[in-house]
C-alpha cells in the first residue's frame, strides 16, 4: 500500500520531499511571500512528516503571535513618515533550526508599529525558530525587496543537487565545480543580485554576453587576469562556441530555479531559451568487411546456383 504524502509536504523531480505552509494573507507584508517552501533534505515520508509536523505548529503558533502584535499596533494612531527619514525597518533572519533546516525571511516595520513591537516581533520569529544565532536589524531603503544575493545561494544549491540524487546518480565532484564555475560566470555577468531584483534586463545581458564569454580565459594570455568588461571590448579572443554557451544558460537555469523555490517563487524568466543547438547528423554506421573465407563461400554459393 502506498504511503500518501501529507498536505503541507511537496516532493519534487528529483524525489526531495519539501515543507510548505500559506502565509496568512493578512501577514504576507510581514514576510514579503504567499507561501513558505523548505527542503527537508530527505526522501523519507516518515523524516519528512515529522519535521513537517513541527515546523506547522511552530508557523501557526507564530502567525497567531504576529496577528496579536498587528491587533495591538492597529489601536494606536499612524505614525506618519517624517520626511527626514524615508526609510524601512527590515529585519532579515537567516538562520538554522535543531532540525538542520535553513530558515529565511524578513520581517518589516509598518508605518503604525512601534520601534517596541517591532523588536517583540523580531523576538517572536527568533523564539520560534528556535535560533541561537545573534540576529540583526538593518535600514534599507522603502524599494528594499526580499531575498539572499545570488552568492550567498550557491554552495547550498551545490549540496542540493547532489543530495537530491540517487548513490549512483550522484554528481562527481569535477560536475560540481562546473556548476559552480557556470554560478560565477552569471553573477559576473549580472552581478550579485537579490533575487527579486532579477529582471529582463538581467536576462537580456546574461544573453548578449555568453555567446561573446571568453574561452579558455584563464589559459590564454590575451585574456588572462583581465576584467570581464574589458575582454568584452576587445577583437582579438576567442569566444566559446554556442553549444557551450548553452550548457552554461542551461546550468545557470537550474540554479537560479533553484533558488526561487527557495523563497516560494517562480522563475520570471528562462536564460537562451530561444536558442536551439541543431544535433549533427551522426557518421554512417561503419560496415565490417567481409573476411576472406567469407568471400569464397559466397562465391562458391554464385557458381553452384
Known sequence: MAIRIASNLH?????????????????????AVQEIYKSL????IRKATEVARTLTTSYKELFKELRQLSMKSNKKPPIEPSS???????WKY????????????EIR?????????????VESVTRHLY??????????????????HLSEYVEDFIKDINASREDADKINEQGLEDHRFTCRVLIEIIGDKRLSDLSIKDRNRFNQVIKRYP??????????????????????????????????ASRANTFLNWCFNQVGQALPFKLLADVKIKKGKGAAKKRR?????????????ILTR
Not at 568487411?289 to 554459393?301: G, I, Q, T, Y
Open 84 to 90: 527626514e527619514n524615508q526609510f524601512n525597518l527590515v
Open 131 to 148: 535560533s541561537t544565532r545573534a540576529t540583526q536589524v538593518i535600514f534599507e531603503g522603502k524599494d528594499s525587496t526580499f531575498g539572499l
Open 11 to 31: 516532493r519534487n523531480r528529483h524525489g526531495v520531499l519539501y515543507f510548505r505552509i500559506a502565509v496568512p494573507k493578512d501577514l504576507r507584508p510581514r514576510f
Open 94 to 105: 537567516d538562520i538554522t533550526d535543531p532540525n538542520g533546516l535553513r530558515q529565511t525571511g
Open 41 to 44: 533534505r530527505t526522501s523519507s
Open 289 to 301: 568487411e567481409f573476411k576472406n573465407d567469407e568471400l569464397s563461400v559466397d562465391a562458391h554459393r
Open 109 to 121: 516595520k509598518e508605518a503604525q508599529d512601534t520601534q517596541e513591537e517591532f523588536i517583540e516581533a
Open 215 to 248: 574561452s579558455n580565459r584563464e589559459k590564454v594570455k590575451t585574456t588572462r587576469g583581465k576584467p570581464l568588461e574589458e575582454i568584452l571590448s576587445m577583437t582579438d579572443y576567442k569566444v566559446i562556441n554556442l553549444k557551450t554557451a548553452k550548457f552554461h
